[in-house]
């Protein structure tokens, strides 16, 4: 590892492909796969994620969140299908038709424009329209109302319903079966009704997200959506560990810039909030929130050194942190400091940081600041 350099995070886009191919055998052979890559798929770099699963026979293709994250896609060349998770806002729908961008679709007044740009084009655009089952976020409802909306998607002449999804509010939880049971028995007697009563099937129905793809590999229909499994990492600590073997994929890095030693009774870093039992050694570790580590790990948090943890004290800064080098006297200045991953028999993981941090491992990982924490890719 490169002694210079401050803080980095390596990415193994060989262990992304592996939870992908992990989670496809607990699929149904028939079900295909969209990787989630929004918010630069989750902090591990979107598009070096969409080169490395591009050509899995079994991935239909990505889900983004917002436009500009599926243009940064197609501009780097990206084939496969994209489908926006969200509501996309109007002044872009030329470009979806051009770049074959999928929107989700639930308003009418969005219908109707999107239909009109493409008529405009000659062009016909592929839509997927969103089922509200249970999150209350985005989504037609499963009833009469929903069913008008869907006749008015059919007769858009210029847009074709090439899916339709929901998405699952408790499938992380052991206590959230019911409600996951009665969001897939809307969404299914919605398609059926579709079926049924417009004469349309919908070739791509879809409701599972990464707990759903580990805990109700029923559900899954024509495909399912995996997020933060595909970066080996879990939904919830409800989700069982045993059914889909994951591995993280990204570990963090920084080296020790500065030891000292103080004497009993020295306060650390803002506000004072440690103060030195007994003569100790400190590191400094020049990664602070500004970087996205949080500033609630103040006091809580550790690191590893030398294969050993290392406990923070005081209070996180933008840019530093203190950590005690008690139980660790071979530490020196430059020394390697595994913030998240592997050293010797210890690992910190995202979970781990997630919970002692009050928050959790989505968040950590999407906070990670792009600009500051350089993304080193390995295979
Ligand atoms: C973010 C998102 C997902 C992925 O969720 P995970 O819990 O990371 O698997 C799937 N579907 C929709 C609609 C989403 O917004």
Redesign the pocket.
């Known amino acids: 590892m490169d002694m210079n350099m401050r803080v980095k995070a390596v990415v193994d886009l060989g262990a992304i492909r592996d939870n992908m191919i992990s989670m496809k055998k607990n699929m149904h052979e028939n079900a295909r796969m969209a990787a989630?890559i929004?918010t630069d798929a989750y902090g591990h770099g979107a598009v070096q994620v969409a080169g490395a699963l591009e050509d899995l026979p079994f991935l239909w293709g990505y889900?983004v969140a917002t436009f500009e994250e599926a243009q940064e896609l197609r501009q780097s060349g990206i084939k496969k299908p994209i489908l926006i998770?969200g509501y996309t806002f109007p002044y872009c729908y030329a470009q979806l038709v051009e770049e074959e961008i999928r929107p989700v679709v639930f308003r009418k007044d969005t219908l109707k424009e999107l239909d009109e740009t493409a008529a405009r084009m000659g062009r016909n655009l592929a839509i997927h329209v969103a089922l509200d089952t249970g999150m209350s976020r985005i989504g037609v409802k499963p009833d009469d109302s929903g069913i008008d909306f869907m006749k008015a998607a059919l007769a858009c002449k210029n847009l074709t319903v090439e899916g339709i999804?929901t998405?699952f509010a408790r499938a992380d939880e052991e206590s959230g079966r019911d409600a996951t049971q009665r969001q897939f028995d809307l969404f299914a007697s919605f398609n059926k009704r579709v079926e049924e009563e417009l004469g349309y099937h919908i070739p791509i129905q879809d409701c599972s997200?990464?707990?759903g793809i580990i805990t109700y590999p029923q559900y899954n229909e024509d495909m399912a959506?995996?997020?933060?499994?595909m970066y080996g990492l879990w939904?919830s600590d409800e989700v069982s560990r045993d059914i889909v073997a994951l591995k993280p994929a990204m570990s963090i890095y920084s080296h020790i810039a500065y030891i000292k030693e103080i004497d009993a009774g020295t306060p650390v870093s803002y506000g004072g909030t440690f103060t030195a039992p007994q003569k100790m050694t400190i590191a400094t570790i020049p990664v602070g929130y500004g970087d996205g580590y949080p500033r609630s790990l103040s006091n809580k948090g550790n690191v590893l050194i030398h294969g050993k943890r290392a406990h923070i004290v005081g209070r996180v800064c933008m840019d530093q942190f203190m950590v005690s080098l008690e139980g660790i006297p071979e530490a020196k200045e430059g020394d390697l400091v595994t913030i998240m991953g592997r050293d010797g028999d210890e690992t910190i993981s995202a979970e781990d940081i997630g919970r002692l941090s009050g928050r959790f491992n989505?968040e950590f990982v999407c906070d990670l600041s792009e600009k500051r924490v350089p993304r080193e890719y390995i295979r």
């Open positions: 989630v929004k889900c998770l999804f998405h997200n990464s707990a959506r995996a997020g933060i499994t939904p989505y």
